[in-house]
């Protein structure tokens, strides 16, 4: 059965504003407003009454992050009623300006701004109106669906890595693989695309150096440079290549970018040191 693999960019480092009130992750040169959060949120058992509504939730997430409804795409809120008594009611908003996706979790009862996430997405605009007309939930989603059933939360985890994984038999169902570490555990998850169910996950205690996952917060270099040395090693402008992706990803706690390209029917594969920048190898391979 043969598998295509649509690589999805993402993780704590391709965050372009990750905020529980610490301030923003940003991997690009750009600057992009901080999102807000903030304390007080709900508790016990709530009814729908005590909501306060999806436009104001709306409402909510768009004057955080400095955008007007009709500026924005791909706008969609979800009401999320934990079953779990001692988590809140919140609201998912998610939209996208540009090519910055925003996703929200919104005090059901409140309006208290509980999380507030700002990544950085090649194509976010084409991405998101697929995903849409295929009816499948968003990167965002799967990767939050992943850290609630770990107990964890963004800023607990490093080596984010989301990745659509599409039968093209049609045998299987279409998922997300989420990957991503909490100290010296590496979590893998199954999420069906379509429906947010956990297909599988798996839980494995690694021998990682976390001094050098730490250098995510400080050391890495952000996805614009790695980009560009693969680009400039290659003899090429971004404009004379097609199907540009960069993907952070890490082996043994060393991080590395994953950087791909075509340029006609030649592909062209490299690894670069994330904390450095030094190419550690490529290869080029024609594409029949």
């Not at 007080?40 to 009454?49: D, F, K, L, V, W």
Request: with cysteine.
């Amino acid at each position: 059965m043969k598998k295509t693999m649509l690589f999805v960019l993402s993780s704590a480092v391709l965050t372009a504003a990750l905020l529980t009130g610490c301030g923003s992750a940003n991997m690009t040169d750009e600057v992009y407003p901080q999102i807000g959060s903030a304390a007080g949120a709900s508790t016990g058992t709530q009814t729908a009454a005590d909501y306060i509504g999806e436009d104001e939730a709306k409402r909510i997430a768009l004057e955080d992050a400095r955008q007007k409804e009709d500026a924005v795409t791909n706008l969609a809120v979800t009401l999320d009623e934990d079953t779990d008594d001692n988590d809140p009611a919140v609201y998912d908003v998610e939209f996208i300006a540009g090519n910055t996706e925003y996703d929200y979790e919104i005090d059901a009862v409140t309006g208290e701004i509980l999380t507030g996430d700002a990544e950085t997405v090649e194509n976010a605009q084409n991405a998101a109106a697929d995903q849409t007309a295929a009816g499948q939930i968003s990167e965002s989603k799967a990767k939050k669906i992943a850290l609630k059933d770990a107990g964890l939360k963004s800023s607990e985890v490093s080596g984010m890595r989301v990745v659509l994984d599409v039968d093209d038999d049609g045998t299987d169902p279409t998922v997300y693989d989420v990957e991503f570490y909490a100290g010296n555990t590496e979590y893998d998850y199954e999420i069906d695309a379509a429906t947010g169910e956990i297909l599988s996950r798996d839980r494995d205690a690694e021998h990682i150096d976390t001094s050098a996952m730490n250098q995510t917060n400080t050391d890495v270099i952000s996805e614009s440079k790695a980009k560009q040395a693969a680009l400039k090693h290659a003899g090429f402008q971004e404009a004379e290549v097609t199907g540009l992706k960069v993907e952070l990803d890490q082996d043994n706690g060393i991080y590395e970018y994953e950087v791909e390209f075509h340029v006609g029917a030649q592909e062209y594969s490299y690894e670069i040191n994330a904390v450095n920048g030094e190419i550690i190898s490529y290869e080029t391979d024609y594409d029949d």
